[in-house]
């Protein structure tokens, strides 16, 4: 126990640690309940489309049948057919999937506000790129998710709609705007998450505004006696091939916030455009093969080529950071003196910064021997990418950074 800690009163002593402890369990249930939908949407999803592509049609099938497939799991195997729009009368029981989009949604928002919107200051802002308060900060997250929303709901009910091709081209330079601008009003890892939010948003409402409700009216009409609209099914056909081609690069950028290469460099926002390529190109190379099709090897190649584009832009380093222009090797001395002066109030067995109870992750960096073990970390983290301090809030300049990493080109060297 600290001695600060010791010179409070007992019961506020446990009234701060219980705070700790429960909040630590609600991010830990929050993220565990986000990552298990997510886990159960996207692997629904990718079933479904899998299924619809291997569908093939043959004699004999029920009218209004598109096709067949034959599956085999679990100890037996299952004939699935799919009526397009829908079958001649509603059946007794019918299976949903919905949940599973909307508690992604759902626990992915609530994760947003514990980790970003409450720590706006650590995680979502960064003066040095932009400055603003950290309420400021969070309404400017929360509005730009709905107002983005609204922009892809138009493109897509105007007539730009009708044209599959147009649409995504208009859509990629939408989204690399959009990240282009996060990355010049949030922190690297804010504007990551915010555009990885951002995408999964319209997902889920892609769910919720036109998947379902066209589905509900055509199960109304069934119940009705009426023949329902075959465009119905279109409308959420073409939302759903959206989510489909969306759900990689949201992956990626979910997890992205654990290496700092990516967010906390000077080309992240390239990193993100190239990411929002990727995905959706190694989506169609399954897309082909589980269609039957000629699987279309060369698009590894091109996945691995755009991943060694983006090594090389990450190794680019921090925005003000050249390369090539290193200082001398410093003294120990002076390393020394830069990561106690910018990082120990953090990451000490006792942190003097409000807020941060702990050193975090357990990386204690205030003394010489804990400073040499983390020199690995300590080089990714803030001598080759601006990651930490957080929001840069001890306000480390460039100039340090190069330091640092001077130290580290000559191998850490402890004298
Ligand atoms: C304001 C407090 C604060 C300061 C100052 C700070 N850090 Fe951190 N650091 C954190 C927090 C909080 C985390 C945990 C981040 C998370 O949960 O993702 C962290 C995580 C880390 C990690 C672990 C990253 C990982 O991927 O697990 C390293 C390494 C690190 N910091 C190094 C540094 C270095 C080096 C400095 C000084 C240049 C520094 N930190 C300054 C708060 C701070």
Redesign the pocket.
């Known amino acids: 126990m600290s001695p600060a800690a010791d010179a409070l009163p007992g019961s506020m002593v446990w009234g701060r640690r219980l705070e700790l402890v429960l909040s630590e369990i609600l991010s830990a249930s929050v993220r565990w309940l986000h990552v298990v939908a997510g886990i159960a949407w996207i692997g629904s999803s990718f079933y479904f489309i899998h299924l619809d592509l291997s569908l093939k049609p043959r004699e004999g099938l029920p009218p209004g049948v598109k096709g067949e497939a034959w599956q085999v799991h679990g100890g037996g195997f299952y004939q699935m057919i799919k009526f397009m729009v829908a079958p001649a009368k509603m059946p007794d029981h019918l299976t949903w999937f919905k949940w599973e989009a909307y508690a992604t949604w759902l626990s992915g928002f609530g994760l947003l506000v514990l980790v970003y919107y409450m720590n706006a200051d ?1 995680y979502l802002i960064d003066k040095s790129v932009l400055d603003m308060t950290a309420p400021m900060g969070a309404a400017v997250a929360f509005f730009s998710l709905l107002a983005a929303w609204l922009v892809y709901e138009g493109l897509c009910r105007s007539p730009l709609g009708k044209h599959e091709i147009s649409l995504a081209l208009i859509g990629f330079v939408f989204l690399v705007g959009l990240t282009y601008a996060f990355t010049h009003v949030f922190s690297g890892r804010g504007a990551f998450t915010q555009i990885g939010a951002l995408i999964g948003t319209i997902m889920v409402a892609n769910v919720f505004v036109v998947i379902m409700p066209y589905q509900r009216k055509t199960v109304a009409a069934l119940i009705a006696g009426e023949t329902p609209d075959p465009a119905w099914g279109g409308y959420g056909k073409q939302r759903s091939i959206h989510n489909n081609y969306l759900t990689l690069p949201v992956v990626f950028l979910m997890i992205s ?2 290496y ?1 290469f990516f967010f906390a460099t000077k080309y992240n926002w390239i990193i993100v455009a190239i990411v929002l390529l990727v995905g959706p190109l190694i989506r169609h190379f399954f897309n082909a093969r589980h269609a039957g099709k000629d699987s279309p090897w060369w698009t590894w190649f091109v996945v691995v080529f755009a991943m060694m584009v983006v090594a090389w832009l990450s190794s680019n380093g921090p925005a003000g950071m050249k390369k090539s222009e290193l200082p001398a090797t410093p003294a120990f001395a002076q390393v020394n003196e ?2 106690m002066s ?2 120990s ?3 000490a067995a006792e ?1 003097v ?1 409000a807020g ?1 109870a702990a050193a ?2 357990g ?1 204690r ?1 205030d003394d010489p021997a804990a400073i040499k073990l ?1 020199a690995k ?2 080089a ?3 001598a080759l990418s601006s ?4 929001g840069n ?2 306000e ?1 300049t460039t100039d340090e950074r190069q330091v640092l990493a001077a130290w580290i080109a000559a191998g850490a060297p402890d004298k």
Do not use: S, Y
Request: aromatic content about 4%.
């Open positions: 650590l916030n654990h700092p830069i990561v910018r990082c109030m953090c990451h942190p910064w941060i975090p992750k990386i960096l983390h970390v300590i990714i983290n803030a990651a930490m301090p957080p809030v001890t480390m």
